[in-house]
């Protein structure tokens, strides 16, 4: 049996232990696939840097790897746009079909690649770009293809989650948790992508594309990060049995003019009850609705490197098969074509903690703001009083930017001292 040949793009975290499970399981990978799989060469900035490679499989030069006669199957994972994208293109165009964990390609230029994909007959899979070794995508697009998805609600990065369950657990402020975080390796040196919500963002673009059949891209997402969450927050949330998550939401929204797909991400309050909720440390976790299906839950690793290679070694089973078939898979649709509905348009809910001045008549000062704004009062708790007297308002749903102009209408009502606590929440009945 010809052996089908892979070139493996990157072997950083991930691309070591894709080499590594491939040559592991070589006899179960052919015994799956009905042929044998081996890595044909493996393409790296530095080639010295790696001792652990055969010699006559390393190679600098990435798109002569990719195009060279006896390669089959691409795996891309060297991440970032370029060269990515262009090895990507590069193997598509000339055949082959291509493994990727590239989240920020995918969410960036998703469309294009899968025109591409289409039109040369071959296969682009992606499961590790998404929550890691977690069945997530083939889910979206498979099992659920025949149902209507309502809600896709994830905890899909790793490093904040780590970050927000021990300012739970310990009462640390951001900075501190960060700092352990990025002691015992769960943050990176430059923790940006992860701490301001670009990572989440371009996973809840693709979730949102899956999910709803639509091009969803990163610009679409609105997006905020946790440097702004404060150790009070957390207390806060605490008060009301709900804890605090950096969630990627993704919605379908009816409107008068039609659906559209609402896609955030942002910290939030949920309730402690919530499945979500439980989802500690670095794990990550998607919860999804659908009309018939009901709620779904997918938890487990969402990084490092063996758990994101199982998802790669699941994606190569998966087009190999396909080419020992001689047929690629299908793609994923975009035939709804719903538009992307702005943050300011999209209903939710918030939880504002105000201190106020010990005067009389300040809560229906306060009420009179919500209500010119029409904005709804769910709950009102006064803690303390005095000079220590603090508002806790739970809103109910309205636009965002109702709310947004709410709370800075707030900030000018002289009764209201300071605006200490400002989140939004998710999942309370
Ligand atoms: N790490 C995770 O837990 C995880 C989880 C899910 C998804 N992913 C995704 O998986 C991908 C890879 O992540 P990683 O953590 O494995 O990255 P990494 O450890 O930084 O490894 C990147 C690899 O790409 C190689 N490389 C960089 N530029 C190159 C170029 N121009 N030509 C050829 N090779 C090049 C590097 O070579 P040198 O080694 O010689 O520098 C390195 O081997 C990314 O898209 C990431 O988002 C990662």
Not at 92 to 107: C, D, Q, T
Not at 192 to 207: E, N, P, S, W, Y
Not at 219 to 231: K, L, M, P, Q, W
Not at 397 to 412: H, K, M, N, Q, V
Request: aromatic share 4%; charged share 20%; net charge negative.
């Amino acid at each position: 049996m010809n052996p089908l040949k892979v070139a493996l793009l990157g072997c950083g975290t991930v691309g070591s232990a894709v080499l590594r499970l491939v040559e592991e399981q070589a006899a179960d990978l052919t015994a799956r696939v009905g042929r044998p799989v081996q890595v044909a060469g493996v393409a790296v900035r530095r080639p010295d840097r790696h001792p652990e490679v055969p010699a006559h499989l390393l190679t600098t030069d990435a798109l002569g790897l990719v195009t060279r006669d006896d390669v089959d199957l691409v795996v891309e994972v060297i991440g970032g746009l370029e060269p990515a994208r262009s090895l990507i293109l590069a193997a598509i165009e000339s055949g082959r079909s291509v493994v990727s964990a590239n989240k920020a390609l995918l969410a960036e230029d998703g469309v294009a690649l899968h025109a591409a994909a289409a039109k040369a007959g071959v296969d682009l899979y992606y499961e590790a770009a998404v929550a890691g070794a977690i069945p997530l995508l083939r889910p979206l697009r498979e099992s659920l293809a025949g149902d209507q998805i309502r809600r896709v609600v994830g905890i899909v990065n790793g490093t904040t989650n780590y970050i927000l369950s021990r300012m739970a657990e310990t009462g640390a402020g951001f900075s501190e948790a960060l700092a352990e975080a990025t002691e015992l390796g769960y943050a990176e040196a430059d923790p940006t992508a992860d701490v301001d919500g670009f990572d989440a963002a371009a996973k809840g673009a693709i979730l949102a594309s899956l999910a709803f059949h639509s091009a969803v891209t990163a610009a679409d997402v609105h997006r905020e990060g946790i440097s702004s969450v404060t150790a009070t927050d957390v207390a806060r949330a605490a008060e009301i049995g709900c804890t605090v998550k950096l969630l990627a939401i993704c919605e379908r929204v009816a409107g008068e003019d039609g659906d559209s797909v609402a896609v955030r991400v942002h910290p939030a309050m949920i309730p402690t009850a919530h499945p979500l909720a439980a989802v500690g440390g670095a794990f990550n976790a998607v919860f999804v609705e659908a009309e018939a299906a009901g709620q779904l839950m997918f938890y487990g690793q969402g990084a490092g490197g063996e758990p994101t290679a199982s998802a790669v070694l699941g994606d190569l089973v998966a087009v190999a098969r396909n080419r020992v078939a001689g047929a690629a898979g299908a793609g994923p649709s975009a035939y709804a074509d719903l538009p992307a509905r702005p943050i300011a348009e999209t209903p939710t809910r918030y939880h504002v903690s105000l201190d106020v001045a010990d005067v009389p008549g300040v809560l229906a000062t306060v009420a009179t703001e919500f209500a010119r704004h029409e904005v709804s009062i769910a709950t009102v708790r006064q803690d303390g009083h005095g000079d220590a007297a603090t508002l806790v308002i739970v809103t109910h749903s309205a636009p965002d930017a109702a709310l947004s102009a709410t709370i800075a209408a707030l900030r000018e009502v002289p009764a209201v001292r300071g605006v200490t606590s400002v989140l939004r929440v998710e999942g309370l009945s």
